[in-house]
Structure formats: structure tokens, C-alpha cells
């Protein structure tokens, strides 16, 4: 099987571009590294912002995990197509699709009136978000195609993973309203697409046949009720509703799996679970987002109810933590060699795990400063996890199936933070006070972040891969 390939054979894929075109290297890495920290801004943005969407919007505290999965709903539910199509119709083609789309996307939720508006106008901002994720990637191995081209750029583009993480934050608070800031960051888009369209190289490795619409559509439903379920069940976790609509999660999953097992051109080659670095990868990408993204997403809208910080101050104090992962990110790439992308990602859980146990109290306590410890240790855990992950991913697939590969991971990325996200606020709400609430939380996410360390470290390389 082709997903069963060795990586180290030589790979030979087939490219939509002249002989005569240059690669184009640095703009690759630059523009698709650009791109990544506008959609991970845009991800973010609401961090800072949420209480004053949610009163602006009219949204219930219910309901306010709607506001910060919309955009990882719509990246859950494409990634995997979206790097699929990037491998067989171009990589730069569906790149400049995600990146136009986002800057329209995103200026369209400047201009929404309630919670659902929003919510959906976030859900087109996640597709559009899947295309660019997908596709850098993939336009990335294909400019440096050595190991060690491919080693520095994943290792930059990881790293401004963490970048926008950091920037969107504050942008978001520094600019008067949320809504000019979404119109600010669609602007930001529209402007790396017209740089796109003159810069980038086209690149493809066809395998023929028509999208996976009928396993997109599986894939996208099953995700829509589990993230439904689990919005729900902080009202009643043995309530009829949620349990219809986890039920309905396993069996759009299971039906999934029966339609890619017949598509000629599977959004996911299944034969690739068979593969440990790939299951590692995903693995890693999965509890990133239950354990990370999860608790840092909701964290700062929950300092502002509970500590009065402004939008601005929270998004200040969260740099101490984004900033560290940027920064430890880049420098990921030297420990290539001497320590293995899995032990990486055990060691950026592991941190976490010891990050948020020390934030046990610092909600009840009133003041930020108890935060700073856990912020740090927190941010060098992340900065590991982000510039271990991307180069997981384009090493556990074949190298002409780069974009499906990125696609994968980051899908059980997004898959865990639409859980995390939702699972955080039910945890946070369900106390008598959001302090305690809060400490219960905080206990999940590390007992979640050292399953994931376990996870990845307990797989083991087999000698026919």
C-alpha cells in the first residue's frame, strides 16, 4: 500500500509545476508561516475577547463554548479532506482558497448580531482555516525536500504556530472592539493571499478520482454531535439529548470508517494506523487539544470574570506563556538527533501536567501573580509540543502525502480542543463557585496531559516500518 511505503525510499511524486519554475524556498516558508500565525490570531482572538462578545451577542455562560469551538469545529471536520485535496489538485490552490476565505470569513463575523451568526460565521473561519493548515505543510516539504531543509522549516513553521497564539491575544485587546479586531485579522488574510497568488509554486501528487464528499460529510456530522453532547451534558450528563447524540458521534464514525474503506480516494488511508509514528503523531495531536488548548482557551475569559483583568492585561499576562512557546518552538529543531520527536512531545506534556497542578488555588486566591509559575513551565511545554508535532506529522507519511499527513494530525488536534473547550467549561461551571470549578479543571487537564505522555512514549517503533 502506498501509505505503507518507507520514508526513506525515494519519493518521486508527481507536480503540477514547469520544470523551469523555481521553488521558491524562503517565500514558501515565509508566506505559509505568515499565514499560519493570521489563522492561529484569528483562533485565538476570542480568548481576550469572549466576555465582551458573549454580552454583546446576548450568549447564555451555557452556551459560550459555542463562541470558542466554532473555528475548531470547522478545522476538525476538513483538515483531513483539505489535505487531500491540496495533494491532488495543488497545494497552492487550495492554500490561496483558505487564506481568501478566512480574510472574508472573518471580516462577515465583525458584522454578526447573535450567538449563532457568530458561531457559524467561526465555523467557515475553521474550514477556511483547515485549507491553509493543510496545505502549508505540503507546500513546505515540497520546497525542501532535503531532511534537513525540511527539519529548519517545520521547526520555523512550528514555531509560528505558537506565534499567533501569542499575537492574536493581543490584537484582540489592544484594537477598541472585537469587532474591529476581526475586521483588522480579515484584512491580514486578504493580504497574504494577494502576496500568495504571485509567490507560491504549485505542487501536487495526484491519485485520481473525485473528493471524498460522502466521508467529509460522516466525518463533519460525527464531530458536530460529539461537541454537541458534551456542550450539553453541563446541564445533565444522563439527560436523553446527550446520549442520543454521543450514540449518534460512534455511529457516524463507524459509518465513516465503512465509506473510507470503499472510496477510491480516501480523505485518510487507513492502512496508515498501522504506522507507529503516525499514531503517535495523531496521538500527540489529540491530547494537545484536550489537555493545552483545552484549559488555555477558556483560562482567560475565566481570569477576567474572576479577577476583573481587562481584555488587554489578560492578554499581556498570557504572553509570559505564548511568548515562551514561540520562543522554545524555534529552537526545537536542535534537538534533532539526539532527542526523538516522541520524547519531545512526553516532555512538553509532562511539563504541562506539572504547569497546571501549580495553578491549584490561583483562581480562589485573587491574584494573578500565583498564575506566573504554571504560565511558565506551561509555555516551554507548549513550545515543545508545537515544534515536535508538525515534523511528526510529514515524517509519519509518505512524502507526496504530506498535506494529508498535517491534515491527520491536526485533526485529532482540533477534534481534542472542541472536547477540551467544551469539557473545561462544564468542569469550571459545574462547582458551587468558579474557583472550585476552576481547581477541578486544572486536575483534569493534567491528569489528561500525562495520559498523553504515557500515549506517545508507550508506542514503539517496529523494524518493518
Not at 74 to 100: K, N, P, Q
Not at 270 to 276: D, E, F, K, P, Y
Request: contains cysteine; aromatic residues 6%; hydrophobic residues 55%.
Amino acid at each position: 500500500m502506498t501509505g505503507l511505503r518507507s520514508l526513506t525510499a525515494p519519493a518521486t511524486p508527481r507536480t503540477g509545476t514547469a520544470r523551469d519554475t523555481p521553488l521558491r524556498p524562503r517565500a514558501t516558508l515565509t508566506l505559509t508561516s505568515a499565514a499560519t500565525a493570521v489563522t492561529l490570531m484569528t483562533y485565538t482572538a476570542p480568548m481576550v475577547t469572549l466576555p465582551d462578545t458573549a454580552s454583546a451577542l446576548h450568549t447564555p455562560l451555557s452556551a459560550q463554548a459555542w463562541l470558542l469551538n466554532g473555528t475548531p469545529l470547522g478545522l476538525a471536520a476538513l483538515l483531513l479532506v483539505a489535505g487531500s485535496l491540496a495533494d491532488d489538485h495543488g497545494r497552492r490552490r487550495i492554500f490561496l482558497a483558505g487564506t481568501l476565505a478566512l480574510g472574508l470569513t472573518t471580516v462577515l463575523g465583525a458584522f454578526t448580531t447573535n450567538t449563532w451568526q457568530f458561531t457559524l460565521a467561526r465555523i467557515a473561519q475553521g474550514a477556511a482555516s483547515a485549507a491553509i493548515l493543510a496545505s502549508s505543510l505540503g507546500l513546505i516539504v515540497h520546497a525542501f525536500p532535503s531532511p534537513r531543509g525540511r527539519l529548519h522549516a517545520t521547526g520555523v513553521w512550528g514555531a509560528f504556530v505558537s506565534g499567533g497564539i501569542a499575537v492574536g491575544p493581543l490584537v484582540a485587546g489592544a484594537l477598541p472592539t472585537w469587532r474591529v479586531a476581526y475586521g483588522v485579522l480579515g484584512a491580514a488574510a486578504l493580504l497574504v493571499a494577494a502576496f500568495g497568488s504571485r509567490a507560491l509554486t504549485e505542487s501536487r501528487a495526484p491519485r485520481g478520482g473525485r473528493p471524498d464528499v460522502s466521508g467529509a460529510a460522516t466525518f463533519g456530522l460525527a464531530l458536530v454531535a460529539l461537541v454537541a453532547a458534551l456542550t450539553l451534558g453541563r446541564d445533565g450528563w444522563l439527560r436523553a439529548p446527550v446520549g442520543l447524540l454521543l450514540a449518534a458521534a460512534v455511529l457516524l464514525v463507524a459509518a465513516f470508517v465503512a465509506v473510507e474503506r470503499r472510496a477510491a480516494a480516501p480523505m485518510i488511508d487507513l492502512g496508515l494506523l498501522r504506522r507507529t509514528r503516525f499514531l503517535a503523531s495523531s496521538a500527540g495531536g489529540l491530547f494537545t487539544g484536550l489537555a493545552v488548548i483545552g484549559m488555555f482557551s477558556f483560562l482567560p475569559a475565566l481570569l477576567q470574570q474572576t479577577m476583573g483583568l481587562s481584555p488587554l492585561a489578560t492578554a499581556w499576562l498570557f504572553l509570559l506563556w505564548s511568548g515562551l512557546s514561540f520562543a522554545v518552538a524555534l529552537q526545537v529543531k536542535h534537538l534533532a538527533g539526539r532527542v526523538s520527536s516522541r520524547v519531545q512531545l512526553a516532555l512538553g506534556f509532562a511539563l504541562h501536567t506539572i504547569a497546571v497542578v501549580t495553578m491549584l488555588g490561583a483562581i480562589g486566591s485573587g491574584s494573578w501573580v500565583r498564575l506566573l509559575p504554571g504560565l511558565i513551565i506551561g509555555g516551554l511545554g507548549s513550545g515543545l509540543l508545537n515544534g515536535a508535532l508538525p515534523l511528526l506529522a510529514v515524517e509519519s507519511v509518505p512524502r507526496e502525502r504530506a498535506a494529508m499527513g498535517s491534515g491527520a494530525q491536526q485533526t485529532f488536534r482540533y477534534i481534542g480542543s472542541c472536547a477540551g473547550v467544551a469539557l473545561t467549561i462544564a468542569l469550571v461551571t459545574s462547582s458551587g463557585t468558579l474557583a472550585g470549578g476552576a481547581n477541578l479543571a486544572f486536575v483534569v487537564s493534567a491528569v489528561l496531559a500525562a495520559t498523553g505522555a504515557v500515549a506517545v512514549l508507550t508506542l514503539r517503533e517496529r523494524p518493518t516500518e
